[in-house]
């Protein structure tokens, strides 16, 4: 065989690999922007595996892990020593009227909001925490905290013109994510 003939031949080759990388990218990219199904899992779990084995992963998941059915939000209730009780919302996006600098160091409480707080299992890792860090921030010397609650509320989300009514009636609902009783330590 010739060296011209060999050369054509290994540029051949690089080609039909780079295609294949090609064709199991793009079909990688349509496969992560569809709804979730049984299907889109099953061959995501084929092509991702190959393609971070290549460096080549990325996740696009539009619908990923599921679309939300609800929208939540925080807030905190502050019971003192004299029995008076004091409300905290966690900061939201929608209701802040600040500055950007302000804005980005409150969207850290929306994370924490958000991710952590979003699925059951993870409410036990930061959640007292911030049950501990609301009582130091709300301390005083007179009058110290003594409990705090921190409820989560869920409001369905219902697209316009569809007919859920009874996700609309059912309105906000409460639940309690942590009572967490202040310890003197905590207030220091």
Known sequence: ???????????????????????????ALIIEAAPPSAFTDAASR???SRLNYLGLFENYGVYAPDPARYNQSLRAVIEFQDGS???????DPSRMSCDDLTRQIKEKWVELEYYLCWD????????????????????????????????REKRPIVAPGLEEKDECARGIENQVLVTYLVRAEDLE
């Open 1 to 27: 065989m010739s060296a011209g003939v060999r050369k054509f031949l290994n540029k051949q080759a690089r080609m039909t690999v780079m295609g294949i990388i090609l064709i199991f990218y793009v079909a």
């Open 46 to 48: 084929l092509i991702n």
């Open 85 to 91: 009780k004091k409300n905290w919302d966690f900061p």
């Open 120 to 151: 059951a299992r993870n409410i036990h890792l930061l959640v007292p925490d911030a049950a501990r860090y609301l009582a130091w921030l709300n301390r005083d010397r007179g009058n110290p905290p003594v409990k705090v609650t921190i409820y």
